[in-house]
């Protein structure tokens, strides 16, 4: 089946520390893994994201890694900031093509100042 | 505004009746996605479109959804004889490959 799972469902965080979030993916033809931000009342927007042919990308404050072997993607924030709190999702292409995108169920950050 | 537009924004309806939600991409892109969101989930994928073809419905999509991209531009997707279950952010996204470029939702209240 087509599945994304994503952990934590929350994350609390002091400013300054590491936040680190993890997904799972069911489908082994899956390809391409972006992250998406959204914050209160606005639409999802792409922050990072990676490709089965590379094992790990950065872009300043914000890493991700892939596994696929053991069919799981992590996202990785350093030196978290306030406005770092927001929604987290994971997704994954799935199906002929690698078109179609399951979404995890995301995380909720929170960066206590 | 050259982002993706979804029109309208806020639909309140009752139980039962037909709405229809349309979503302008960005002009350059050629395929089209369209997620229903609830409170504290992720979207959840309902059909996306290549130019006009149609290419994948969700298979937890019932037959009172339907969605069109007649020219290959702008979508609607129409709901008949709406349930109060179907209350949600209706989301539009488009893209030509990788990123998706996401509307503002339209959120419909079934009554």
């Known amino acids: 089946g087509e599945n994304v799972e994503q952990h934590p469902s929350t994350l609390s965080v002091q400013e300054g520390d590491s936040a680190v979030i993890k997904c799972t993916y069911s489908?082994?033809?899956?390809?391409?893994f972006p992250w998406y931000k959204q914050e209160l009342g606005k639409r999802p927007q792409l922050i990072i994201d990676?490709?089965?042919?590379?094992g790990e990308k950065k872009d300043q404050r914000i890493a991700v890694t892939l596994n696929k072997t053991a069919k799981h993607f992590s996202l990785h924030i350093t030196e978290t900031q306030p406005e770092d709190s927001a929604v987290y999702f994971c997704?994954?292409?799935?199906?002929?093509?690698?078109?179609?995108?399951?979404f995890g169920a995301g995380t909720r950050l929170f960066v206590k100042a | 505004d050259t982002g993706v537009s979804q029109n309208p924004r806020h639909k309140i309806t009752k139980r039962g009746q037909n709405v229809t939600f349309r979503c302008d991409p960005i002009?350059?892109?050629?395929?089209l996605y369209w997620y229903r969101q609830t409170l504290g989930q992720g979207p959840e994928f309902l059909t996306y479109?290549?130019?006009?073809?149609?290419?994948?419905k969700s298979r937890l999509l019932s037959d009172r959804f339907s969605a069109e991209r007649p020219k290959g531009s702008f979508s609607t997707l129409e709901i008949q004889r709406t349930e109060q279950g179907d209350s949600a952010m209706y989301l539009c996204?488009?893209?030509?490959?990788?990123?998706?470029?996401f509307g503002p939702g339209t959120r419909l209240t079934v009554t």
């Open positions: 996204a488009s893209t030509t490959e990788g990123e998706q470029y």
């Open positions: 489908d082994s033809a899956s390809n391409y």
């Open positions: 990676i490709r089965s042919n590379v």
């Open positions: 997704a994954a292409s799935v199906g002929t093509g690698g078109f179609k995108t399951i």
């Open positions: 002009s350059e892109h050629n395929r």
């Open positions: 479109f290549q130019n006009e073809a149609q290419l994948e």
